[in-house]
């Protein structure tokens, strides 16, 4: 199916806001991608027309099958170039995720199954996103935030969840990267911050807001 650089990234917000039960609303998906209500229904009107999404008037909306099909394929694409530039060309993980927007939209199957086989078919990428297949099949992570963990309890960074430049400028002054192993060792209830302490590293204090963006397994 052929689709505008525009409706792809209408696609992809809206897999990202709903949920299996939860419809998704005009104002929501406008605030994301920072234009007006007007703007949205006019393209929730072409996706509709393109047998992308069941969309009702004041209802909300949300993608069919065939919507989340499409919407699965941008987010592959997007995954892998990240997980190729930063794996194979060197980019700094708080590099790559605007350079990979772009990229996404290159839409060639066989560049994306060359480019999935030449990395070896990851499963995740370098923020420890899950990377669907080319079925659109998703991982499920087992995960929890930290914010969730129970003091003394061992975990390993399992991906971020707010991977704004803020958030992954944070993360590397304090060296933290997917696949470290932590612990919990206070909480302090005045604003849900956390002291925790990164396997060979120094403690640290995390900040409540970034404590609920930061994933783990739990041992």
Known sequence: ???????????????????????????????????????????????????????????????????????????????????????????????????????????????IERLDKFLGQPTIDPHGDPIPDENGNMPILNQIPISQLRINTKAVVSSIGNQTNEMMEMLNYYGLQIGDSLTVIKSFELDGSLLIKIARKQECIIAGLAAKNIFVYAN
């Open 1 to 111: 199916m052929k689709l505008s650089e525009s409706e792809e990234n209408h696609l992809k917000n809206i897999y990202n806001l709903q949920t299996d039960t939860s419809r998704v609303s005009t104002n929501s998906l406008a605030e994301v991608l920072n234009t007006s209500p007007a703007s949205i229904t006019d393209m929730l009107k072409k996706l509709k027309a393109k047998k992308l999404l069941d969309y009702k008037k004041y209802y909300g909306f949300k993608l069919n099958l065939l919507g989340k099909k499409e919407a699965l394929k941008i987010i592959r694409r997007h995954r892998l170039w990240e997980h190729f530039l930063v794996t194979k060309l060197g980019m700094k993980w708080e590099k790559v995720h605007e350079i990979a927007e772009e990229l996404e939209h290159v839409s060639s199957m066989e560049l």
